[in-house]
């Protein structure tokens, strides 16, 4: 992140985060704490999970963070790659299967003009 296209996250901005919604703040720590703890999934796989979805959200933030804690958990730059790879299908899947919603439209307006 060092094209300043995104602010550089700080300690002074997570910590006017929390000043400003403390209990939201702690609600959301701790839900992210039990949401990415082992559990039927062990904790390097939701990381591995959250590494694509931060890809398909297109947050850097993310993709930053999970990447660095996968990393953490013990998941190989292998496997991360595979699994932005799954991401990428997934994003470009949804794009191809709306392709029905233009389809239909095309369909519905040839119609319209018999």
Request: with cysteine; charged share 20%; aromatic share 6%.
């Amino acid at each position: 992140m060092e094209n300043h296209m995104y602010p550089h996250p700080s300690k002074e901005i997570s910590q006017k985060r929390s000043e400003l919604t403390p209990e939201i703040s702690q609600a959301f720590a701790e839900f992210s704490k039990k949401a990415l703890a082992d559990g039927a999934l062990s904790a390097k796989v939701k990381q591995i999970i959250a590494v694509a979805v931060a890809h398909v959200t297109q947050c850097p933030y993310c993709i930053k963070g999970h990447t660095q804690s996968a990393l953490r958990h013990g998941a190989s730059e292998q496997e991360i790659m595979e699994a932005i790879w799954v991401a990428s299908e997934m994003r470009a899947g949804a794009a191809f299967a709306h392709s029905t919603i233009a389809l239909e439209t095309m369909q519905q307006a040839a119609q319209a003009k018999l």
